[in-house]
């Protein structure tokens, strides 16, 4: 009887420890502490996390801990990561995400908006889901490119003529670059600086917020402001892992996802004139 009964009451605390304890939600990312998507992610964990209480935690892993984008996307999809924030590695998981990648595309962020809204909610996500089974739950920034590299200045497109270029492990931006006349390089960023530092690639390009949190401009002579792409950023998760989340939860997540973007936007243009003056000051020369 007293077996029983000790029996019975471990069970009990098992099972409220267990009911007790908070699901980790990991969002996963390539950026430095100090870049846009740190900040985004920050962002997003302390507003979801101020709403979820005991239920769920969201815990965020920036510079490429969970790997590359191509590695985080894979664990989505295997259900070992919740959460990861691609930007031009959507055009590979996804023809139509190809759309960013074309040059002058994009305007500025009013016009983002409006794209996202009549663009990538009803067509490019839904699409996504349905070819795919990732889901977009909202969109965020990485920003507009700027080219850096140790050669020259980048006035026109011929002076990329045979400049080694690392870019991201999309094709269409190795397109482009071949089409200008450069020699673009598809590599992981977590490789980049290291590239830069030993002379493997002669530049790279890329929003402020990465160049500086990267610490590209310690390595790099020019930096030729271009604005030639501007890359969104996307919030992904996978439906089969994603619905067997509690409902509540995955309302919380989504929400606080989609109310991060403000903040996105107005950091990143705060980036954009606070980050070229720190590559001015270490003596980049700005063109």
Do not use: C
């Amino acid at each position: 009887m007293l077996f029983r009964k000790l029996f019975a009451a471990a069970t009990i605390l098992f099972l409220v420890t267990f009911s007790a304890r908070a699901i980790e939600i990991k969002i996963g990312h390539v950026g430095e502490p100090g870049s846009l998507f740190n900040d985004s992610a920050e962002h997003f964990a302390k507003l979801a996390n101020s709403k979820l209480g005991a239920k769920a935690k969201v815990v965020n892993f920036g510079s490429s801990q969970l790997g590359s984008d191509k590695e985080m996307m894979q664990k989505v999809k295997l259900g070992t990561l919740e959460m990861a924030v691609p930007s031009t590695f959507m055009s590979t998981v996804h023809d139509e995400f190809g759309v960013f990648e074309m040059p002058y595309i994009i305007k500025d962020r009013n016009h983002m908006s409006k794209v996202e809204k009549e663009v990538v909610n009803p067509i490019l996500s839904k699409n996504l889901e349905e070819k795919t089974g990732y889901k977009v739950l909202a969109v965020w920034e990485n920003g507009f490119r700027q080219i850096t590299n140790n050669k020259k200045p980048i006035n026109v497109p011929d002076d990329l003529k045979g400049i080694k270029l690392r870019v991201p492990e999309g094709k269409w931006r190795v397109k482009m670059f071949q089409a200008y006349g450069a020699n673009p390089t598809p590599m992981a960023f977590g490789d980049v600086f290291v590239a830069l530092k030993t002379g493997t690639i002669d530049g790279q390009e890329n929003p402020y917020t990465q160049i500086t949190s990267a610490k590209f401009h310690e390595v790099q002579k020019f930096l030729s402001v271009t604005n030639h792409v501007y890359t969104p950023a996307f919030v992904v998760v996978h439906k089969e892992s994603w619905n067997k989340l509690p409902e509540d939860v995955r309302k919380i997540l989504e929400q606080a996802a989609k109310d991060t973007q403000p903040f996105v936007y107005k950091r990143a243009a705060e980036m954009e004139v606070s980050l070229l003056k720190v590559v001015q000051d270490a003596g980049v020369k700005v063109n």
